[in-house]
């Protein structure tokens, strides 16, 4: 499998991840270095158990009953054997826990990806609306 289609599926994952919310599948995606970061539309989150715990149970689970998040026109950019940068427009299919109502956001997301040991692993996202 090509480096591109490794970050692929990493990108599929991710995807499936926030939508099942399994942690142990989550956590693997990520290099595991104190660096991990991801920047929401609110706040910024450092490591990926505080990624994990505070963005996608405390916040994202806490405020949708149901999330589904869909990647669009995924642009990768190898910068070199260990370095990538993908870009694409995202959007969701949330119901709100309070009132049940459907929801949804759309915007840009870039995710940054180091190689470690062989494997590709994510080390920052940034949600732009």
Request: glycine content about 4%.
């Amino acid at each position: 499998m090509s480096d591109t289609e490794q970050i692929q599926q990493i990108v599929q994952s991710y995807i499936t991840a926030i939508h099942t919310q399994d942690k142990d599948s989550f956590l693997s995606l990520w290099t595991g270095n104190k660096a991990d970061t991801l920047i929401s539309l609110t706040s910024v989150f450092h490591g990926d158990e505080a990624i994990y715990q505070d963005f996608l149970i405390d916040k994202i689970q806490a405020r949708y009953s149901s999330i589904e998040l869909f990647a669009d026109h995924i642009d990768i950019h190898q910068i070199d054997e260990e370095n990538a940068i993908v870009i694409f427009s995202y959007h969701t299919v949330c119901r709100l826990r309070e009132t049940g109502e459907d929801y949804g956001i759309e915007g840009i997301e870039t995710q940054v990806f180091r190689k470690v040991s062989g494997q590709w692993k994510l080390l920052h996202i940034h949600y732009s609306k």
